[in-house]
């Protein structure tokens, strides 16, 4: 085992294992100011149990990680715990310590995630899908008739680049799908 590993064990080891860990940093507050995700679980086909929501750090290494580990490395780790409701759309609120975005883009050799480092509204009015390219300018429909565009964005292991470079290197065009 290399010294690497055993110094993450020993220091999940020093933080007991706990189904409450990330539990209070996680809850929504009302009149709490800052980032949360409203998540709205939709198409449940069992009515019991718990459902859980947990929020990971942005390194896709750190996905799924143990929550020891995490927070002992003072990463991020949240999570909500809520029963299952027997009626409706369950709602689940979880805060996060700063805000971020990302999508998904097909750049030709599969799908890959783009960091959303800045964004803007915009006034342009369409129709289309939510998530349909616009135009030349990164210009993304949101669903509701309204767009925002895409200012600097990150591929994994990449610089952060304005929408220009970015797209100097890209083969994103009008009428692509972001997921």
């Known amino acids: 085992m290399s010294g690497g590993a055993l110094a993450l064990l020993a220091a999940a080891a020093l933080m007991p294992s706990s189904p409450d860990l990330g ?3 996680g809850q929504c507050r009302a009149h709490e100011p800052g980032p949360a995700f409203l998540i709205d679980v939709d198409g449940l086909k069992d009515r019991q149990g718990q459902l ?8 896709e290494r750190d996905f799924l990680a143990d929550d ?27 805060r996060a ?7 998904e883009a097909d750049l030709g050799q599969g799908h890959i995630r783009l960091k959303v480092l800045f964004s803007e509204l915009t006034n342009l009015w369409n129709p289309a899908p939510p998530g349909t390219l616009l135009d030349e300018h990164l210009a993304v429909a949101c ?4 767009a925002v565009r895409l200012l600097k964005l990150q591929k994994p292991g990449g610089k952060p680049l304005g929408a220009r470079d970015f797209l100097s290197g890209t083969p994103l065009a009008a009428g692509n799908k972001l997921t």
């Open 23 to 25: 539990k209070a940093e």
């Open 52 to 59: 859980k929501l947990e929020l990971y750090p942005a390194a």
């Open 68 to 94: 020891n580990i995490l927070l002992s490395q003072g990463k991020t780790f949240r999570r909500v715990e809520v029963p299952v409701p027997q009626t409706g759309v369950p709602r689940l609120c979880i």
């Open 97 to 103: 310590p700063a805000p971020g975005a990302w999508c």
């Open 143 to 146: 669903g509701d008739g309204r």
